[in-house]
């Protein structure tokens, strides 16, 4: 079967500066969420079935791990897949480990499967669902809208962290494995 060889990715974030992010209003929070105003706190990549979850580093070690990892799954020949992908993930994961000076692993976008886009056949705007509202409508249990990331990492509760990640993670396969049964994945742009 086409894509079998697949790997989903999915990055957790944090504003760099806390109280600059407590100190603004809830709609200009949502906006601090980019590379130049917040951090990768926990990046995963699930594969087969099994999570690899980096965290608990700083960033500029998750990010060396992370790369590390992307290259040995590219290496068979893996697509990339995620939900948001071209727009948030790999966009913040490259300009972050531009900031810290680490190497990424080349790749071509034609190998990124990026659910939001397939679903919605390429439709831009803010109509084309969250992976939350994709997990509500197959019926899978949520940790909530991201919103509560920001805290976790104020707390310091990484086995949170992990675990809103894994489920963000899980939801994104089942949501892959769906498209991909029902030949959403052989829509193309080009």
């Given at each position: 079967m086409p894509f079998d060889n697949y790997?989903?990715?999915?990055?957790?974030?944090?504003?760099?500066?806390?109280?600059k992010h407590d100190s603004l209003p809830e709609e200009e929070r949502k906006q601090l969420i980019n590379p130049i105003d917040s951090k990768a706190v926990a990046i995963g990549i699930r594969r087969n079935g099994s999570d690899i979850i980096f965290s608990g580093h700083g960033e500029k070690k998750l990010l060396e791990d992370f790369w590390a990892e992307w290259r040995k799954a590219r290496e068979t020949g893996a697509f990339i897949v995620g939900f948001n992908l071209l727009s948030?993930?790999?966009?913040?994961?490259?300009?972050?480990?531009?900031?810290?000076?680490?190497?990424?692993?080349?790749?071509?976008?034609?190998?990124?499967?990026?659910?939001?886009?397939?679903?919605?056949?390429y439709r831009y705007g803010n109509t084309r669902g969250t992976l939350k509202e994709f997990a509500a409508l197959m019926g899978m249990e949520t940790m909530g809208d991201g919103g509560q990331v920001a805290e976790l990492c104020r707390t310091g509760n990484t086995d949170s962290l992990v675990k809103y990640l894994k489920n963000d993670l899980l939801i994104t396969?089942?949501?892959?494995?769906?498209?991909?049964?029902?030949?959403?994945?052989?829509?193309?742009?080009?």
């Open positions: 790997f989903v990715i999915d990055v957790e974030t944090c504003p760099v500066d806390m109280q948030f993930d790999i966009p913040f994961l490259v300009t972050r480990s531009f900031i810290h000076k680490v190497p990424v692993a080349p790749f071509s976008l034609k190998s990124v499967i990026d659910l939001r886009d397939r679903i919605s056949a396969d089942e949501i892959f494995k769906r498209a991909r049964d029902l030949n959403i994945l052989g829509i193309e742009k080009w």
